[in-house]
């Protein structure tokens, strides 16, 4: 079995009254140095990850390489903890084919899944945060990535 936290969304604290925990990098690092098992590992949430590093992709080297993401979210954000929007995978500040080649670079091996996007015009809100359109758009975006940055 393999623990998967996930990051306080957004990472701010106190987050109306509540004081919250894992709102940074040094904070999961925190978590793993409490309890060092191999089983106590992350959700790479990048939308979250992103407005606590300026660099995502060494942050997922890193704690990818310590073998500590167990779940990836393939999601991006633009603006500030306080003050974010959701935007599509293609068109935020991130550099995915980048986080695609560090998930790799590191051995990385967990499942990668598509999380929060805006909606497209016309599409189906089943799910509130995951409209059909837009969630099709990601997953064929991350496919494309994937065989773009396949090494063999």
């Known amino acids: 079995m393999r623990l998967a936290l996930h990051p306080d969304d957004p990472p701010l604290s106190p987050l109306r009254g509540i004081g919250r925990v894992v709102r940074s990098l040094e904070a999961f690092e925190r978590v793993f140095e409490l309890q060092p ?14 407005l606590m590093t300026d ?9 990818g390489a310590d073998g500590r993401i167990h779940f990836v979210h393939f999601r991006d954000v633009r603006g500030m903890p ?8 293609d068109d935020g500040p991130t550099d995915m084919a980048a986080c695609i080649r560090a998930y790799r670079d590191a051995g990385v091996d967990a ?6 996007s805006p909606a497209l015009t016309g599409d189906a809100w089943t799910v509130p945060g995951y ?11 991350v496919q494309g990535l994937l065989a773009a940055t396949d090494p063999g």
């Open 82 to 89: 306080e003050r974010f929007v959701e935007t599509f995978v």
């Open 131 to 141: 409209p059909t359109l837009a969630r099709l758009h990601a997953v064929g975006y």
């Open 55 to 63: 660099d995502l992709p060494a942050a997922i080297r890193r704690l």
């Open 37 to 50: 098992s191999a089983a106590n590992g992350m959700t790479m949430c990048q939308g979250n990850v992103t």
């Open 111 to 116: 499942p990668l899944r598509t999380d929060h």
